[in-house]
Structure formats: structure tokens, C-alpha cells
């Protein structure tokens, strides 16, 4: 680049000579060049979210040690002492790739962490790992693959998931979660001496606690939609792992079409499918029965109120020829 200041014969300086062409020219071309730099900074920063305009997001500014430690005392504050231990363990375990205990409920102590802690940067940084870990943990499918026959779970569960099909579904293996500690005995007592020891009485005894009866005819409907246990094979499970009120509508496909009217979606009044709840207090088979009554009930509101027209009702000899 040329000198564009000169000096006179007196040692005095003169105006500086006017830019040439070339340097006019090198000036616009670093401008460009910032300009598509700057362009290009922009294009590979991810899209700011936390604004709710599109802006850029603050540049974050370097915490210093003396303000890092005053956040870390001002969350301890907030999560306890025995929550950050819990915390803090569960960082370290996961980090070093070490397997978690579930019994220590470490997973609870990082919820109770996310909810404890102020609205700043680590709580949202924990709320975000912690979001990001439940939906890794998830499968999702794309939807080209729900088909008809993944559009509905079969009756006895299966289908319900195209990559494995029969998990959960009734009339396969039991699975463990945890090892077999105990080893168990060959003779094993006789369940009728075990309840006439055990559970048997004389007369009623109020519950301690005032909780009424129901809850157990609940509870028994409960067990028997998740455990029947085939007596040909002990490791075997003849009804689905899914809550899904099989009592009332069936196992399988065999045991729903003796319940089933296959008449406007109804089932046979005042009764279930499952046998087992016959031999049990009466207030079991109320329960049931109060399930039968409110399916049929829901069918009719449904039928009735019709929304957006989104039921046809087939015509009749198609609904023969499908049954």
C-alpha cells in the first residue's frame, strides 16, 4: 500500500493523499468478507429457543470460582444436604458408566431435584438432561409402520408393539427382575393350613385404620387382571402384564367372544369372563358387575352423541360375514 502521507522539505506534514481506486476496492472486499463471516456464524449457531422471538440468546458470561461457589451453596440450600449426596453420587455413577441401584432411588432424588431447585441455569440444565434421558429411553416408531394390525392391541395383548409383538402378551413365560436369593425348599406347606393359621377369624375386627372393605375387592380384581399362572406350567402366564381389566372382557380372543354380544360394541349384561372371582365376597362381583354396566353405558353415549360423525355403523351383512 502506497504512503498516503508525505512530508515537506520543512519536516512539516501535508493532507494526506485521497484512497485509490485499489484501496477503495480492498476496503469493500473485507467488508463483504465480514459481512458473509458473520453471515456464516449465524447460519451454524443453533436456533435460539429461549427467547420466544428468534433472537440470539446473551452470550453467557464466565462465572468466576468466588461466584460458582456461591451458586453452589445457594442450590444446596434450596435441595438439602441428603438430596445433593444423592445427587452427586448419581453424577458420578453415571459418568464412570456404572449401573445404578434402583433400590437406593436415585432416579426419585434427581426428580426431587429438578423441582427443588431455583429457576437459574443448573436447575434448567438438570431439567433438560433429565427430559432428555426419559425420551431417549423411549422407543418411537415412525408411523409408517402402524398398520392395521398394530392399529389396535390384540385381545390378549399382543401387537401392541410392531418391534416385539408378544411382549407383555398372555400365554407366555413370566420374566424375573430381580436374582433368586432364596433357595427354595422342596416341601412347601399347604396353602389351606397357611390361611387357616394366618388369615382365618373367628369374627370381623374392624381395620385399625378405618379402610373399608372396598379397596381389597379392588385389590383382588387387580391381582387377577396381572397374575394368572397357568397350573400346567408354572412359568407360564395366561393372561396379559398390561392393566387392562381382563376379568371383565377376557385373556384372549376365546375368552372375549363369550362376553361379547357382537352387537353395537356391547357386552352380555351383568356378567365377566373371568371364573376364577366366582369363589370370592360377593363385593367382588358387584365391582365387576358396576364395570359391565358403565362399558354398555359409554357404548350407548358414544353411539348416541356421534362427534364429527366419526362412527359408522356397518351395515348388516357385513357385520355376519365378519363374525
Request: hydrophobic content about 35%.
Amino acid at each position: 500500500m502506497v504512503n498516503q502521507v508525505e512530508m515537506n522539505h520543512f519536516g512539516e506534514t501535508s493532507d494526506p493523499l485521497p484512497p485509490s481506486a485499489l484501496d477503495g476496492m480492498a476496503d469493500k472486499i473485507r467488508e463483504s468478507l465480514g459481512s458473509m463471516g458473520t453471515l456464516l456464524s449465524a447460519m451454524r449457531a443453533p436456533l435460539p429457543t429461549g427467547t420466544g422471538d428468534g433472537s440470539a440468546l446473551p452470550v453467557e458470561k464466565n462465572e468466576t470460582i468466588a461466584s460458582t461457589l456461591k451458586s453452589i451453596v445457594k442450590d444446596v440450600s434450596h435441595l438439602g444436604f441428603n438430596t445433593a449426596e444423592k445427587v452427586v453420587e448419581m453424577s458420578i455413577k453415571t459418568k464412570n458408566g456404572e449401573d445404578l441401584d434402583d433400590k437406593k432411588y436415585l432416579m426419585e432424588y434427581l426428580i426431587k431435584a429438578a423441582q427443588q431447585l431455583p429457576n437459574d441455569v443448573v436447575g434448567q440444565k438438570l431439567t433438560n438432561s433429565f427430559v432428555t434421558a426419559l425420551w431417549n429411553d423411549l422407543e418411537h416408531p415412525p408411523k409408517v409402520f402402524m398398520s392395521d394390525r398394530y392399529q389396535y392391541r390384540s385381545a390378549d395383548g399382543s401387537d401392541n408393539s410392531y418391534l416385539h409383538p408378544r411382549l407383555g402378551a398372555a400365554h407366555e413365560s413370566y420374566a424375573r427382575t430381580v436374582k433368586p436369593a432364596t433357595t427354595q425348599p422342596g416341601n412347601l406347606p399347604d396353602p389351606a393350613v397357611l390361611f387357616d393359621v394366618l388369615m382365618a377369624r373367628k369374627e370381623a375386627t374392624e381395620h385399625p385404620n378405618k379402610i373399608s372393605s372396598m379397596l381389597f375387592y379392588l385389590a383382588s380384581i387387580i391381582i387377577h387382571d396381572l397374575f394368572k399362572t397357568n397350573h400346567k406350567d408354572f412359568r407360564i402366564s395366561d393372561t396379559s402384564s398390561y392393566l387392562d381389566l381382563s376379568p371383565l372382557y377376557g385373556s384372549d380372543q376365546s375368552e372375549q367372544d363369550t362376553i361379547r354380544t357382537f352387537k353395537d360394541g356391547k357386552i352380555k349384561p351383568d356378567s365377566f369372563a373371568e371364573t376364577r372371582l366366582l369363589s370370592f365376597p360377593p363385593g367382588v362381583g358387584v365391582i365387576m358387575i358396576m364395570f359391565n354396566r358403565f362399558h354398555n353405558y359409554i357404548v350407548e353415549q358414544l353411539a348416541l352423541i356421534n362427534e364429527n360423525s366419526r362412527f359408522t355403523r356397518p351395515a348388516e351383512d357385513a357385520a355376519k360375514d365378519k363374525w
